[in-house]
């Protein structure tokens, strides 16, 4: 088996080789594009000979030359989509895939989906004044206008200022705006929700809330001050705590291998709430996990399936515990165990190609021959197909082809190209000739000799003074 490249050129010795396709560059799977800018759709392929390059659009051949603002880039399969001279982003968005053919096969790239960013406007909304009694939980929804990307998230006043936030007051992972329990001194400022929206450089901005603040028993500053607490001090009822998010005692949240686990709890209580968290039966990763947002989010890097299981966070105060579960299950889009190689043949000689990946659920294989399914390809009397391995045996000349594998679960795929080349190629030394090394007496040195044959070639180095 040989691992080669499109030319063999140790020295000043080269000779070209055939080879079936090889995509060497290509645009990422989720493609999201400025819609202010031009589009291109990279796919660069190498063989020999050389190859040429088509596209499909949806599935569908898409023909290049047709559309007047659409170009291919010259040796390269690469799109270029051109706006200058009219035209909308939006009418190029789907799914395109590119084909690199050549005499001895066509390798295929990952089907690129691409999308437009988009930042809508926010929906017109006149918000009534929030009337809230003094120690009562209050949450302020944002639901902003549906990006993509999705836009970050944060709370400001009408004039700008940025909103304090605390263990009492915070944003929570959906945006919305979180008080344990409301204060008298909330209701001194208004609260907007801002979206700002990455790809466009825009900030967009909710209409405010403003809170008013109901209490019970009046009160003085200078008994409000004087006093070791704060609540009491105010005549505000203390409050077992209690669970704004997530509702209830359990929950459950599903996260793919390799991604972060963001779990969150945020409770509200007089006094305010602590949060610790907890994993039942284990213990949290201490190199890969944080808490943020003031205790209320417990953050695990690059979680992978051992992280599977229950966790718990607890908020307690003076008055009591409370406690929510959260049972995390960790699925896995597909990922390789042996993804298969190039494969070099000469004619008569046995060979196989191996795909094996691994899920959750697990993936299913499939093959195909030159960007075809496997099943409708021209049949080969030396070639098995055997789940996750295509075996080949005494294979003859004219059997070359780019085989692709794909392996795929409901939470992703893998796409990979492999070619088989069959050569038969007399035996050549690729060192120049007659080459003059020169060495220190009693030293040892080192003879190269590099060469390329198929069938592999048997070396023997001779002394030719030794011949005579």
């Given amino acids: 088996m040989w691992k080669f490249m499109h030319f063999l050129c140790p020295s ?14 290509q645009s990422v799977k989720d493609y999201i594009v400025d819609p202010r800018d031009n589009i291109f759709i990279e796919c660069e392929a190498k063989g020999n000979p050389i190859p040429t390059f088509t596209w499909t659009r ?13 170009s291919m880039r010259h040796w390269s399969g690469t799109l270029d989509v051109d706006f200058r001279s009219g035209g909308r982003p939006d009418d190029y968005e789907g799914e395109y895939q590119c084909f690199a053919r050549n005499d001895l096969g066509t390798a295929i790239s990952n089907k690129i989906f691409l999308q437009v960013s988009k930042s809508p406007l926010w929906p017109k909304e006149n918000l009534d004044i929030q009337e809230v009694h003094e120690g009562s939980q209050l949450i302020l929804a944002c639901n902003p206008p549906p990006g993509l990307p999705p836009p970050a998230i ?12 605390d263990k009492r007051v915070s944003q929570g992972q959906n945006g919305d705006l979180y008080f344990s329990n409301v204060m008298q001194e909330d209701a001194l400022t208004d609260y907007s929700c801002n979206a700002r929206f990455a790809f466009t450089h825009t900030i967009q901005q909710k209409n405010p809330y403003t809170l008013k603040v109901l209490t019970k028993h009046p009160h003085n500053e200078t008994s409000f001050r004087n006093h070791t607490d704060i609540y009491s001090a105010r005549g505000i009822t ?5 669970f704004m998010y997530p509702i209830g005692t ?3 949240q599903m996260v793919l291998r390799g991604e972060d686990l963001l779990l969150e709890c945020i409770a509200s209580g007089v006094p305010t709430p602590d949060i610790v968290w907890h994993k039942k039966g284990g213990y949290l990763p201490t190199s ?4 943020e947002n003031f205790n209320k989010a417990l953050h695990i890097a690059n979680v992978s399936e051992e992280d599977s299981g229950e966790y718990f966070c607890l908020a307690s105060n003076k008055v009591g515990t409370s406690r929510h579960t959260i049972s995390v299950r960790v699925k896995a889009a597909p990922y390789w165990l042996d993804e298969p190689e190039n494969l070099i043949l000469a004619p008569g000689e046995d060979g196989r190609l191996v795909c094996r990946a691994n899920g959750n659920p697990k993936p299913s294989i499939q093959w195909l021959v030159n960007g075809e399914p496997i099943e409708s390809s021209p049949p080969n009397p030396s070639r098995e197909v055997t789940g996750d391995t295509v075996m080949f045996r005494d294979i003859q000349i004219g059997s070359s082809a780019v085989y692709q594998c794909n392996a795929s679960n409901e939470h992703g795929y893998l796409l990979a190209n ?23 007496q009693n030293n040892r040195t080192r003879l190269d000799c590099p060469f390329f044959g198929s069938p592999i070639p048997t070396l023997r180095c001779l002394n030719l003074h030794s011949l005579h």
Avoid at 12 to 20: E, G, K, L, R, W
């Fill in 12 to 25: 000043s010795v080269c000779f070209a080789v055939p080879q079936p396709p090889t995509i060497t560059k």
């Fill in 58 to 70: 949806n599935g569908k051949f898409f023909n290049v030359a047709k559309d007047p603002r659409v």
């Fill in 154 to 165: 944060f709370w400001m006043s009408s004039s700008m200022e940025s909103i304090h936030q």
């Fill in 238 to 242: 203390e409050r077992h705590p209690s």
């Fill in 250 to 252: 359990s929950s459950s």
């Fill in 288 to 291: 890969r996990t944080k808490f």
């Fill in 418 to 440: 492999a070619f088989v080349s069959v050569l038969d190629v007399i035996p050549r030394i690729l060192a120049p000739r007659n080459q003059l090394i020169k060495v220190i």
